[in-house]
């Protein structure tokens, strides 16, 4: 396995979603014994399951939130019988400073702007594709109408082989202070028939219609229910995502913590006029169109849908 540079995790009390997400990664004996196993050596998912005389889905389940906390990297490993997933350490400490919120000089807080997913102002997609609310499906399914009619406001989720869907952001708020980042998070993966957790996409997210990053999401997830679906969608379905943090600041651009471009809050114009696009795509001539599933709050693990969070520098 690869080496994986090590990190130190600070925590505080005035990065919630962060702090929390750790924690709750914490507050299992399980999932601590896991990271104990993995400090000796990295291993599989399928070696942690056989250790600890757990299923696969439930194996599974804990290293997906240990992996989220950046706790943990997980890494395809090849092998006789295909591709298995190979765990190993990030991170070599975590330390929470309750009261770093206090000792730093009060900022204006954070806004926060939430977008329906249905609420694109544009989109082009190919079949298969479709679209639906918490209730029912929106239109024929592989039809690209429904896609077209009004009541596209109610989606929930959405589906595309390839194309893209485009979002209209108020920049009100970035206009109420100094900014110091602008993040993103959603839930998304790819697109395949019915589902398959091996399928990957890759998916360009643009802002002002500038390609900032192109990321890789590894499959179409199912194999057990998304903890916000509606009962009445099929267990043969897409069922859940990724969960993906895109920041903007001064000093570039960073996807789940990571540089991926020097694009910042200036150079893609954010700011000027009454608002700024946002545009998650599937490029026909990308190395893998793999399609896209975007999930709202109502389906998936996260319940939320796109929300965009403007933090103000202190002073």
């Given at each position: 396995m ?16 962060d ?19 993995l400090?000796?050596r ?14 696969m ?8 939130t ?7 990297s ?13 765990c190993g350490?990030?991170t ?10 206090v000792?730093?000089?009060?900022g ?7 977008m329906?997913?249905?609420h ?7 079949p298969?594709?479709?679209?639906a609310?918490?209730t ?16 596209h406001?109610?989606?929930a ?16 708020s ?5 900014v ?14 019915g589902?398959?957790?091996?399928w ?32 009445w ?13 895109f ?12 540089k991926?471009?020097?694009e ?11 608002h ?13 169109v793999?399609?896209?599933n975007?999930?709202?709050?109502h ?17």
């Amino acid at each position: 396995m690869e080496e994986v540079k090590k990190k130190d995790i600070l925590l505080n009390l005035a990065d919630l979603d962060d702090t929390a997400r750790v924690c709750r990664a914490l507050s299992s004996e399980t999932r601590l014994e896991i990271l104990k196993c993995l400090i000796d050596r990295a291993m599989t998912i399928s070696e942690l399951a056989e250790k600890f005389y757990l299923p696969m889905s439930s194996m599974c389940l804990h290293i997906k939130t240990l992996r989220e906390a950046n706790l943990i990297s997980v890494v395809p490993k090849p092998g006789i019988r295909g591709s298995q997933k190979l765990c190993g350490m990030k991170t070599t400490s975590v330390t929470l400073d309750l009261f770093a919120h206090v000792n730093k000089r009060t900022g204006k807080p954070p806004a926060y702007i939430y977008m329906p997913i249905g609420h694109y102002s544009n989109c082009e997609v190919c079949p298969p594709c479709g679209i639906a609310s918490a209730t029912s499906y929106l239109h024929y399914e592989d039809s690209p109408y429904g896609f077209y009619f009004s009541d596209h406001i109610d989606a929930a989720i959405i589906w595309f082989t390839k194309g893209f869907l485009e979002y209209q952001f108020p920049n009100f708020s970035l206009q109420q202070g100094k900014v110091s980042q602008i993040e993103f998070t959603f839930e998304i993966c790819s697109e395949a028939p019915g589902y398959n957790n091996n399928w990957p996409s890759n998916i360009t997210l643009e802002i002002n219609h500038n390609p900032v990053v192109t990321f890789l999401t590894k499959g179409d997830y199912g194999g057990r229910k998304g903890s916000c679906n509606p009962d009445w969608w099929s267990d043969s379905n897409s069922q859940f995502g990724e969960f993906k943090r895109f920041t903007i600041t001064d000093q570039g651009s960073f996807l789940d913590g990571e540089k991926v471009s020097e694009e910042t809050i200036e150079s893609l114009k954010m700011k000027e006029g009454y608002h700024f696009s946002f545009i998650l795509k599937v490029d026909e001539n990308s190395s893998h169109v793999g399609g896209m599933n975007l999930f709202g709050k109502h389906f998936g693990d996260h319940p939320q849908d796109i929300i965009m969070k403007v933090d103000y520098a202190a002073g």
